[in-house]
């Protein structure tokens, strides 16, 4: 599939811009009109929709951008298939492993021997305790979801486990950094990309999964933002890996490790 070949799925935001005194104005207006409006957080946009057909002299500015939704194009993962990932956390990492068992992509995380064991519902990662990592065999994968860390998205721990032959994909969700994915091949980052900005590409191929991108309704050329980046992203991985994980895959008890001195 070329870049010609399709027309990305794009997405249009309308939103008006106001001042601080024109804030205040709507949560006083909205409280005197019964709306259920708090001295402090986001306004609701049917209230704010309210105010201004109220007020029509109330000057204001209405401002567009546009976004692309990643869609897929032909049969496979979709980011639809990932509406749930938010269930993992706010930040989090998940490595997808080709060629090594549950235990030895542990190790190479970091972990020792003592560290793993099984892992239940009451462990969490926390910024003064160690860090929770789960892992399970998917098909010929090893999936490991890293809680609230993300040294599995690190290239040099990308390419301890991708060393001997083997492969790994990363995917890291952050909520006040970028997120990305990381496809390393025998030791080797191959590219790394932005879900977010997908034409911030790097690597030594980093044209490599341009491919699954525009499968998913993504021009890997076009300086388009994304909708959806994190359901891509996974999607992506999916595609890269046959692997689509699901709710059912967070269930523990399962082997993992709580591993001193979290990455934070």
Known sequence: MSDADFTPLRVTYRYRAYGRDTSLRIRAWGRAEGYPVGERGGIAPEVIDAFFAAHPEVDEQIQTYETVRATPRTPGASPEDYRWQGDIGDIYTVVFVRGLDEREVLRRLGAADEDIRPIDDGDYSYPEGPEIITVRRI?????????????????????????????????????????????????????????GFPIDRRGADPDRLNRHLRELGIDPAADDHIDNPVPAALALAARVTGVTIGPHHLRRPVLGAAIPGALF
């Open 139 to 195: 098909g010929d994968w090893t999936v490991a979801i890293e809680d609230c860390g993300w040294r599995g998205a690190q290239q040099d721990v990308l390419g301890a486990l991708s060393r001997d032959g083997g492969e790994a994909v990363a995917v890291q969700r952050h909520d006040y950094a970028r997120h990305l994915v990381s496809y390393a091949v025998d030791g080797r980052l191959i590219t790394t990309v932005n879900p």
